[in-house]
Every structure is written in C-alpha cells, then in structure tokens.
C-alpha cells in the first residue's frame, strides 16, 4: 500500500484505513490492534493511534477502552463528507461509478473579480483557469473551474497535465500543498451555459462549492468553483452534540 509523498503520515494511514472501512469492513466489526496495523503499514504504533484518533473524531470508528477499535456502521452509510476535501476522482468512486475527466478549456488571464477578491494578494492580476468536467459512468456528474495565481507556478507544463486533478499540478508545477480548505455551499440552478455541459435542462438544482485552497502557510493558492449533479454526488455530515 504506497502512503502519498508530503502528506502527513498520519492522515496518510487514516486514508487507507478509511478505504478499508467501505470494503474490508464493509459489514462492520473491529479493527486489527494497532500494533498489527503499524506492522503492515510499516509506521510507528503512535502514528496509528494518530491515524485512528482522526477517524475517531471523523465517526468513523469507535474505540472502546480493553475492547478495541470498532467501524461504526452509520458512517459506511454517507456517501460523501461535506467537511472533507477530495480529489473529484476518488469522489466519484466512492459514490459507486467509474470516474472520468475530460478537459473542457483552458485560459489565462485577470479571474472575475470575486475570485480575485477570494485569493487576495496572491491573484497578482493574472491567474490560469482551467475548467474540467468528471463524468460518472461517462455521465457529467461534476463542473469544476480551478484558478491558480500565475506567480505561483514554477516549472513549465503541458495542458495535456491540466486533465489531472489540480493537486497534481500544485504539487508538482507550483511546490504547493493543500493544508485545508474554505468553501462556501450555495444553491443554484443551471442555465444555459451549464445545462448543456452537465446536461441537465436550465433551471435544474445543482449544489455549487465555492472554495479556497490555503497552504501550510495560511496562504491562498487556489479558488475552485464546483457544481455537483445531485443524482450522482450527495453530501452528508455526521453531526455531534456539544
């Protein structure tokens, strides 16, 4: 099992336990000890207790003193969480469907001013904006215009790496890395620019994300406006009582 490279170790196994909930545990029961976990992962005990006090806080698991590390059966029931940041890709295939990208355009130039207002100084008058859409089944599931400030971006690229998920580009043009995300969830209803590319007739409901990336630093680096096709994609929160 490969753990990504710049993510915190711990978030890297939270992952792939995360994984392992929807299909090893699918049914539920209880987790190996954290001593068989950290042997096959090949980390250390503590960064699989970090790993499962994550997934704890998430309600994804329930760890019972003497008992052991247990799946809660209700968290397998949300499809998608709202305060999580995924890739388009693995959303899609969380959902149950085959995943699909297609490159819809891409432009450089000053982003409208609401976005450039989002990145703040970072905009710096010019950005490149890609648009892309995910397909479910080759179905449009998700829209979604990505805009990175052009003083950000380092090495030379194709349009060719812009089908990827923008992570990659970050990661690897702009020696950036995500450490969390603000968005904003707003309701809207497709029009004629957004009918046909999701293919839906105008006036349809969509669900829209506008959201902002920010560094480890607290520094914006990327705005990403998303719409999401509520037959494919549908969002839950596990909520606690305080």
């Known amino acids: 099992m490969l753990l990504q490279r710049r993510v915190p170790l711990a978030k890297s196994v939270a992952r792939i336990l995360r994984q392992r909930l929807r299909t090893v545990y699918a049914d539920g029961g209880r987790l190996p000890s954290e001593p068989d976990i950290a042997a096959e992962l090949g980390v250390s005990r503590g960064t699989v207790r970090q790993a499962l006090t994550i997934l704890e806080r998430e309600g994804a698991v329930i760890r019972r003193q003497g008992s052991g590390t247990f799946v809660n059966p209700y968290f397998l029931r949300i499809q998608a969480r709202v305060e999580t940041a995924y890739e388009f890709t693995d959303l899609i295939r969380q959902s149950g469907y085959e995943a699909g990208i297609r490159l819809i355009s891409v432009a450089?130039?000053?982003?409208?001013?609401?976005?450039?207002?989002?990145?703040?100084?970072?905009?710096?008058?010019?950005?490149?904006?890609?648009?892309?859409?995910?397909?479910?089944?080759?179905?449009?599931?998700?829209?979604?215009?990505?805009?990175?400030?052009?003083?950000?971006?380092?090495?030379?690229?194709?349009?060719?790496?812009?089908?990827?998920?923008?992570?990659?580009?970050?990661?690897?043009?702009?020696?950036?890395?995500?450490a969390h995300v603000l968005a904003d969830i707003l309701p809207q209803v497709a029009g004629d620019d957004l009918g046909p590319l999701l293919d839906v007739p105008p006036g349809s409901p969509l669900l829209r994300f506008d959201e902002v990336g920010f560094n480890s630093l607290n520094k914006p680096v990327l705005f990403s406006r998303v719409y999401y096709r509520d037959q494919y994609i549908r969002f839950s929160v596990l909520r606690k009582k305080m």
């Open 108 to 178: 450089r130039g000053a982003p409208p001013s609401d976005i450039a207002a989002a990145l703040g100084d970072a905009a710096g008058g010019e950005a490149l904006m890609v648009t892309k859409l995910f397909t479910a089944d080759d179905q449009p599931a998700i829209s979604c215009t990505d805009v990175v400030p052009v003083d950000l971006i380092r090495q030379p690229y194709t349009d060719d790496e812009l089908a990827a998920p923008i992570f990659q580009f970050l990661d690897r043009r702009c020696f950036q890395t995500i």
